[in-house]
Each structure stands twice: as structure tokens, then as C-alpha cells.
């Protein structure tokens, strides 16, 4: 069974990002046979104007099978540069999910991803951007966490902060390694203050 998780984390490690909050429009980059464009972009791209037309107020950023005037076909994302940041992230992290977790809408042009699979890609946008490692290690430093201090340190919105109390179980294989290269970075961006009304949260038993 597929583990999101699991696969954002060999993602990060891959690409081994330095600073926070993780970009993941530069890691769709290393994406092979994908392209990363702006609205602006992709219409001088020549990617046809119909397939960019549900591109607006709720969707800003999508992932479509064109085919090229030179008889192939290419995986272009394509986003809004003036959405909301956070939104964005998530939504660019979310299409890159798709991609790494290989899901048949993207490995088949003309399918559709189903529920099951929009899940997993929420996953693993989720814990890309919010490294569950990280999480654990700020927990160990601080003893105490609070949400607004994750959507500050990962550009996380409040909501998937929350999420935090629901963090999958440790990954061995991938933990040590990311705390290496990017809990010091975290602890920097933590604000130390906590003002009245934060939300605490808890890490509770992944089983």
C-alpha cells in the first residue's frame, strides 16, 4: 500500500531543500518530461486556452496532458502567480504528489484520478510541506507546540497545522536524515512568542 508519507519524505531528500518553507514549484522542476508554467507562460507555450479555462477563484494550480504541436505530449502544471501563498503551496504540492505517487491520471493521458488517489495527493502535499520528522523534533526541543508556530515555520495553513496531531508513524529509514538537514532551519523560524489564543496541539498514537 501506497504511503504518501513516505514518498514526500524520499521527495525532500532528493532534492534536499535548505531553507523553509519548502518550494515545491522548484521540485516539480525535477520532474522528467514536466513543465512548469504561469497562466502568462503556458499561453505562449501554445497550451490550447480551453484546457486553462477552470484555472480561477478555486483552483490555482492544475496538472494537464497537452499535446504538442510537435506530435507529443507533454505534463504541464500550470498556476496562478497571484493566488494566496499558502494556498498555493498546497496546491503545487498537491500536483507533485500526483506525480511521485504515479497516480493514472498522470501516467495515462485522457484518465481521471479518482477520490482515493486526490486523497493521497492531499497526503502527501500535507506532509512535504509539514515533514511529520520536523514536527517530532521541534516537539523534542520545545516540549510544546502550538499550530500557529507550524504555520509559521512550514507556510502551512492553520487547518493543515491542526493536522499535526495526526502525524503518521516515524520513518527510520528517512527521520534522522531530514532533521540533519532542516530541524535547525525550523527551530530558527519558530516564534518564540505565544500570544493568548493559540492553538496547542498534541501528538497523539498513529495506531
Not at 496532458?65 to 505530449?73: H, K, L, M
Amino acid at each position: 500500500m501506497v504511503n504518501p508519507a513516505s514518498v514526500a519524505a524520499r521527495c525532500l531528500l532528493r532534492v534536499q531543500p535548505r531553507e523553509l518553507p519548502v518550494d515545491p514549484r522548484l521540485m516539480l522542476c525535477f520532474c522528467r518530461g514536466t513543465y512548469v508554467y504561469t497562466y502568462e507562460q503556458a499561453l505562449r507555450a501554445k497550451v490550447r486556452p480551453e484546457m486553462l479555462s477552470f484555472l480561477g477563484e478555486k483552483l490555482s494550480a492544475a496538472t494537464l496532458n497537452d499535446p504538442c504541436p510537435a506530435n507529443f505530449s507533454r505534463r504541464v502544471v500550470v498556476y496562478l502567480p497571484d493566488a494566496d501563498p499558502v494556498r498555493l503551496r498546497f496546491s503545487l504540492a498537491h500536483e507533485l504528489g500526483h506525480i511521485a505517487l504515479k497516480h493514472r491520471g498522470f501516467e495515462r493521458p485522457g484518465q481521471k484520478t479518482s477520490r482515493r488517489e486526490e486523497q493521497e495527493a492531499d497526503d502527501f502535499a500535507r506532509w512535504l510541506l509539514m515533514p511529520p520528522a520536523l514536527v517530532r523534533g521541534i516537539w523534542r526541543e520545545r516540549g510544546v507546540l502550538y499550530a500557529e508556530q507550524l504555520t509559521a515555520v512550514f507556510g502551512v495553513s492553520l487547518r493543515e497545522a491542526l493536522q499535526s496531531e495526526n502525524l503518521p508513524p516515524p520513518d527510520p529509514e528517512t527521520d534522522r536524515y531530514l532533521c540533519e538537514f532542516l530541524l535547525e532551519e525550523a527551530m530558527h523560524r519558530i516564534p518564540a512568542r505565544v500570544p493568548p489564543g493559540w492553538h496547542p496541539v498534541e501528538e497523539r498514537d498513529p495506531g
